[in-house]
């Protein structure tokens, strides 16, 4: 067992792997999560198990929860119980903006070139918006995370996809399917998913893009609150994946409800 702190020096938490090129820090690499144990004021701390074999760099996946105050103030907006439907809705768009921020961080393709100033020739550097970035809100709380992304990525093309969880076999069920069959080569997405509990939808979301030619390294999965058992799923079935989430809890109850979590996203976006 090891414990980790979760602070870094570029205002971004990340765990349980090493963290990719340009994020100086130094963390503990481990590759199974097993459970989270207790967060204070000023540091989380998890607990993980290795496995018998040490993963190479391609095959961590990384978990990143950023320190920043503003994720913090609107997760304990989404957790009060007596948050109007409106407000909730509104924070959780507000921290999907901050969530996307930082998860496009070091990630976008870029231009360069040079720009005529009122003062004079200026070396620049644009977003290249020939490269296909793709956003998939999976419905409906999706819709409310990812609500705000076009201030953050005004270039991306957004695909929906509806998927429903049986409340006796927690299993997901597709009801809307609006992928492409086949996605561009190279394309950044970034799938869009409130809750991470058991982590039947998010897996199956996921296994529906590596069908349509999608690889782990490709995505950036954006969640409100994440759970271990879901965190392990995506840590053995897509090596490479980046997750950015606003918290991590340590406990998914026997109906598949995160906790303490904040309850049905959807049910409390849409007041249904």
């Known amino acids: 067992m090891a414990s980790y702190p979760t602070k870094c020096n570029v205002g971004s938490c990340c765990y349980p792997f090493s963290p990719p090129p340009l994020r100086q820090a130094s963390y503990t690499r481990v590759h199974i999560f097993k459970s989270v144990a207790n967060r204070s004021r000023d540091r989380m701390v998890s607990v993980a198990m290795t496995k018998d074999r040490k993963a190479s760099p391609d095959e961590r ?3 990143f929860v950023p320190p920043h105050p503003l ?5 304990s907006v989404l957790r009060n119980e007596l948050t109007p439907s409106p407000v909730f809705r509104n924070a959780m768009s507000e921290l999907g903006r901050l969530l996307m921020y930082e998860a496009s961080r070091d990630w976008l393709p870029m231009i360069s070139g040079e720009i005529q100033s009122p003062m004079g020739v200026a070396s620049v550097e644009f977003i290249d918006p020939r490269e296909p970035v793709v956003i998939i809100p999976i419905l409906r709380a999706g819709l409310a995370l990812a609500e705000n992304v076009s201030s953050i990525l005004p270039a991306t ?3 929906h996809l509806g998927m429903s969880r049986d409340e006796e076999t927690l299993q997901p069920t597709t009801y809307l399917n609006k992928l492409p069959d086949k996605f561009p080569e190279g394309c950044k997405v970034f799938v869009v998913d409130p809750m991470l509990a058991t982590g039947g939808t998010i897996v199956a979301a996921l296994s529906l893009l590596k069908e349509r030619g999608v690889g782990s390294k490709q995505i950036k999965v954006i969640s409100a609150v994440a759970a271990p058992p879901a965190l392990q799923k995506l840590n053995e079935k897509f090596p490479g994946l980046h997750v950015y989430t606003g918290i991590i809890d340590s406990e998914v109850n026997e109906k598949g409800f995160i906790i303490p979590g904040l ?4 049910d409390r976006c849409y007041s249904t």
């Open 61 to 63: 996946m990384l978990v």
């Open 71 to 75: 994720i913090k103030h609107w997760i």
């Open 157 to 159: 093309k957004t695909y």
């Open 263 to 266: 309850g049905d996203a959807g």
